[in-house]
């Protein structure tokens, strides 16, 4: 199956890519585009084929490898 | 409302960092992982208020600034 782990920062940490972003929208003409935010989408093929063992397997990947719980949270979504 | 774009990397066009990701959990012991994409996920807070409209801003960001189109699609989403 397939798990998507998606990785956003925590609300209060400072974004910048997403910062460098609004204002170049800004620039290009965009208007009324407020705060922005960048994250990361990571999609992975599990051999996995129990949805429950798969999302926990992928709960645990986040936790250890792919994101930084001080800083970023993740959710965990099987396809 | 809130736009969500989602960019990742054409098939066919070499992930280095999915790459990086799906070695390094198998460093750690996760058995069964196959390919591994990474990709962005951007959330804009849009002043518009009608959701066909905000799509087709949201649309056009992501065809001027938010993906190259060259290597990489995007999808929108708007909640």
């Known amino acids: 199956m397939k798990a998507i782990?998606?990785?956003?920062?925590?609300n209060g940490v400072l974004d910048p890519q997403g910062k460098a972003i609004g204002h170049a929208l800004g620039t290009l003409g965009?208007?009324?585009v407020g705060e922005v935010r960048v994250g990361k989408r990571i999609?992975?093929?599990l051999a996995e084929t129990d949805p429950a063992?798969?999302?926990k397997a992928a709960e645990e990947m986040?936790?250890?490898l792919l994101a930084n719980l001080?800083?970023?949270?993740f959710t965990v979504e099987i396809v």
């Open 5 to 10: 782990v998606t990785v956003m920062l925590k």
């Open 30 to 32: 965009f208007a009324g």
């Open 43 to 45: 999609e992975l093929e």
């Open 53 to 55: 063992a798969a999302r």
């Open 62 to 64: 986040g936790r250890r």
């Open 70 to 73: 001080v800083i970023e949270s």
